[in-house]
């Protein structure tokens, strides 16, 4: 279970480029929950998703993770218990290495590393078997670097990766908004399926309507560093791709009406 | 043919601290120039130790954890107090040369008298062979020369597997991954901090370690013997990767040990040859130079044909 109160995030703090990322976040994940997280760029939807990993420190608030106080906890300490995709495929696995050796770090993730072989005969043997059932045919290139693969096999690897050893939360950010649409598909039916067998508590960041309709049991709309709309239950379930883009429509008129109602202000009264 | 025991000698000595360099440079992607200080620092305390009677081993072991000392002062400049690695490399070296000095009391140390590695070893090879030289192919090879020679190549083997085994396990994978991608092995737990600090203690080591044997090889130690060796290593390490091709961890190790011993060949041979012995740092830095430019130029003489079709 997640449970994030009030925090608050300002980047560059006294200078010119000052941006209040975070204005105050309340969000409560159950356990076993799939949260969709949607959002305009900038909204600050990324931003939460390493507030909760720990890529860097809130100012205000607090973040719980399974009864656990983590505000304070450096990121590598976190991810003892947070599984983690990158937006960008480049970012999740270690090129020059290894499959099997970049598999060897995740099964050992969280763990104190000791000199005990990375490569164990019981980590090659699981490995193989959970690799074929991704029908790529890597199973037989476990020796390979894994900067040999295409985009959309580095991120199904790296989903892999980061529920080898089952973690208390996943952070999916965009995981597919780099990949061909085939890629990303197969990417996401992927997510589903490791999301369910193991009924993982979810917090996953889209630019996709039809992903946020289709994926999850709660859809989050973030807005200027702050949730905007909360849709959960039978909500979220008649939810459909338009009813969100209306709902973003709305966000922008209402923004544009605050505009120019200040502007009008300013003519009249300046 | 002594001059050629002698060059393998010294390559395979240096091997050591060529594999120091790999792992900062290749490894961490740090051109770690603290090696240029923790050679002599190895050569220093290793010297006062035996001068004063201390067995070989325990000084030639001593000198390895002053280096891992060094390594990672300029581990926790770069990580925690976030110098430039290169900067930080810089300050360690710069207060090495004076922290030198003081463990030597004076700027050179002869160990003509004391025993060392290299004496017991040259006792060892004329005990085995009975006799003060012995016939290679229709040389004549000194015993003690070829005993030393043994002994350095074993050194290379045994510190080049250990590296080796230790970069498989799961500390020393995680190790490599941080230097590949700290992003990766950071969301998978692991403290990028400190595998660096580790990283360069472990390079610095091997580089003192490589420093004590050098000085026990060749007699003394001095406080200059540590000028343009981190240089030296790179050399070491890109003739390596040359040779072997493939960037296979076992490889590459294997390639920076012939990579050592190659150079320090070409070196011997053009000295031979008339070669300004002045020049020589000069000639290194311009084959590190070309060979670390050569590669990209390669590539675009490669290109351009292929962009013009």
Same mark, same amino acid.
């Given at each position: 279970m997640l449970k994030i109160t009030g925090i608050h995030k300002t980047f560059n703090p006294g200078t010119i480029n000052e941006v209040h990322a975070l204005r105050g976040v309340d969000l409560t994940i159950e356990e076993g929950s799939f949260v969709v997280v949607l959002g305009?760029?900038?909204? @600050?939807?990324?931003?939460?998703?390493?507030?909760?990993?720990? %890529?860097?420190?809130?100012?205000?608030? #607090?973040?719980?993770?399974?009864d656990r106080d983590v505000t304070k906890w450096p990121e590598?300490?976190?991810?003892?218990?947070?599984?983690?995709?990158?937006?960008?495929?480049?970012?999740?696995?270690?090129?020059? $290495? %290894?499959?099997?050796?970049?598999?060897?770090?995740?099964? #050992?993730?969280?763990?104190?590393? @000791?000199? &005990?072989?990375?490569? #164990?005969?019981?980590?090659?043997?699981?490995?193989?078997?959970?690799?074929? *059932?991704?029908? $790529? @045919?890597?199973?037989?290139?476990?020796?390979?670097?894994? &900067? %040999?693969?295409? @985009?959309?096999?580095?991120?199904?690897? *790296?989903?892999?990766?980061?529920?080898?050893?089952?973690?208390?939360?996943?952070?999916?950010?965009?995981?597919?908004?780099?990949?061909?649409?085939? #890629?990303?598909?197969?990417?996401?039916?992927?997510?589903?399926?490791?999301?369910?067998?193991?009924?993982?508590?979810?917090?996953m960041v889209t630019h996709s309507m039809q992903q946020a309709v289709n994926l999850g049991d709660r859809i989050i709309m973030m807005h200027r560093g702050q949730i905007a709309h909360d849709f959960r239950g039978a909500e979220k379930k008649r939810l459909r791709a338009e009813d969100l883009l209306d709902c973003f429509e709305e966000i922008r008129r209402r923004e544009q009406l605050d505009e120019s109602a200040a502007a009008m202000l300013e003519q009249l009264y300046i | 043919m002594t001059l050629l025991l002698g060059a393998f000698t010294i390559g395979l000595i240096l091997s050591l601290l060529a594999m120091g360099v790999y792992v900062s440079f290749r490894i961490f992607d740090v051109p770690d120039i603290t090696t240029d200080g923790s050679i002599t620092l190895g050569a220093a305390i290793a010297a006062v130790l035996l001068v004063n009677g201390y067995n070989p081993l325990v000084a030639t072991a001593a000198a390895a954890v002053g280096g891992a000392v060094a390594g990672s002062v300029t581990g926790v400049l770069h990580t925690?107090?976030?110098?430039?690695?290169?900067?930080?490399?810089?300050?360690?070296?710069?207060?090495?040369?004076?922290? /030198?000095?003081?463990?030597?009391?004076?700027? /050179?140390?002869?160990?003509?008298?004391?025993r060392t590695l290299t004496s017991y070893s040259e006792k060892a090879g004329q005990w085995l062979i009975g006799a003060n030289d012995f016939n290679l192919f229709g040389w004549r090879v000194g015993a003690g020369d070829a005993a030393v020679l043994v002994t350095a190549l074993l050194a290379a083997i045994i510190v080049g597997y250990a590296l080796y085994l230790f970069f498989r396990t799961n500390v020393g994978t995680?190790?490599?991954?941080?230097? /590949? /991608?700290?992003?990766?092995?950071?969301?998978?737990?692991a403290n990028v901090e400190r595998n660096i600090i580790l990283g360069l203690a472990l390079s610095n080591g091997l580089v003192a370690l490589s420093g004590a044997l050098l000085a026990q090889y060749q007699g003394f130690a001095d406080a200059q013997m540590g000028i343009g060796m981190v240089v030296w290593g790179l050399a070491s390490v890109i003739i390596g990767e040359a040779l072997v091709g493939g960037s296979s961890l076992g490889l590459t190790i294997i390639g920076t040990i012939l990579g050592s011993v190659l150079f320090r060949l070409l070196v011997a041979i053009a000295l031979r040859w008339g070669l300004n012995p002045n020049d020589l740092k000069l000639i290194t830095a311009l084959f590190v130079f070309a060979a670390l430019v050569l590669p990209r130029v390669m590539r675009q003489m490669k290109g351009r044909p292929r962009s013009a079709a």
């Open positions: 305009m760029n900038g909204s @600050g939807k990324s931003t939460l998703l390493n507030a909760v990993a720990g %890529s860097f420190r809130v100012d205000e608030g #607090s973040i719980k993770l399974d590598h300490r976190r991810a003892a218990m947070i599984g983690r995709v990158f937006q960008n495929p480049f970012s999740g696995t270690a090129p020059d $290495m %290894s499959i099997a050796e970049n598999f060897a770090m995740a099964a #050992s993730r969280g763990k104190t590393r @000791g000199l &005990g072989w990375a490569l #164990s005969k019981g980590l090659m043997d699981a490995l193989r078997d959970r690799v074929a *059932t991704l029908k $790529m @045919g890597l199973e037989d290139r476990l020796d390979n670097a894994i &900067g %040999s693969l295409s @985009g959309g096999q580095r991120q199904a690897l *790296t989903l892999l990766m980061a529920s080898w050893i089952k973690p208390s939360l996943l952070l999916l950010d965009e995981h597919t908004a780099a990949l061909d649409p085939k #890629s990303a598909d197969q990417v996401i039916e992927l997510s589903k399926e490791v999301i369910e067998k193991d009924g993982l508590t979810t917090l | 925690r107090f976030k110098i430039n690695a290169l900067l930080s490399g810089i300050l360690v070296m710069t207060a090495l040369y004076s922290v /030198n000095l003081h463990v030597m009391g004076r700027s /050179n140390i002869p160990l003509m008298q004391a995680a190790m490599r991954a941080t230097g /590949n /991608n700290p992003q990766m092995i950071r969301a998978l737990g």
